[in-house]
């Protein structure tokens, strides 16, 4: 490589001298100091210095997915009448191990009998992890107030029809 740069003045300006070129694997490139990683694959880094000295790498990046399943596990609130445990989690995914916090439930589910946090942590082959917290919460009380406007999550109640009866004018 020829050095048309003065080294003792160098005109980082101009724009001939890029200190860092990456080629990404689809054979774009990218000419900062950090590469956005938004593919799998190999990585060409060319530095140069002021002086025209360069130095290559070869970056092999796996970009692996989140695991997505993990936003279905929400906040529950159930029926105490609930006499059989609650199962909780989602489905398992290979190459991840599963782990229950504070439990000994090494699976992507776990049986709930009591209100509670409850913590699921995924760790990928790589060693990549992954956690989510939800809150579990036994309802006592099954009776709702109907006296006053309420605004209902039926989500999470089961409920599959309300029956009203109206009785001199009002709604019941």
Do not use: R
Not at 143 to 172: M, Q, V
């Amino acid at each position: 490589m020829t050095n048309t740069h003065n080294p003792d003045n160098p005109d980082l300006s101009d724009p001939s001298y890029q200190p860092f070129i990456w080629e990404h694997p689809d054979g774009s490139y990218s000419y900062e100091e950090y590469a956005i990683a938004e593919m799998s694959g190999t990585y060409f880094l060319t530095m140069t210095n002021i002086y025209g000295c360069q130095a290559n790498f070869n970056v092999n990046i796996e970009i692996i997915q989140p695991i997505e399943t993990m936003d279905q596990l929400t906040d529950m609130h159930i029926c105490n009448d609930n006499t059989e445990p609650v199962n909780i989690g989602i489905p398992p995914q290979s190459d991840f191990t599963y782990f229950w916090l504070n439990t000994d439930v090494n699976s992507s589910y776990i049986n709930v009998t009591e209100s509670g946090y409850y913590t699921l942590i995924a760790t990928y082959i790589d060693g990549c992890v992954y956690e989510k917290t939800v809150h579990i919460t036994f309802e006592s009380d099954n009776t709702f107030d109907l006296s006053s406007s309420n605004t209902f999550n039926t989500n999470y109640l089961n409920i599959t029809s309300i029956n009203t009866t109206t009785i001199n004018g009002a709604l019941f």
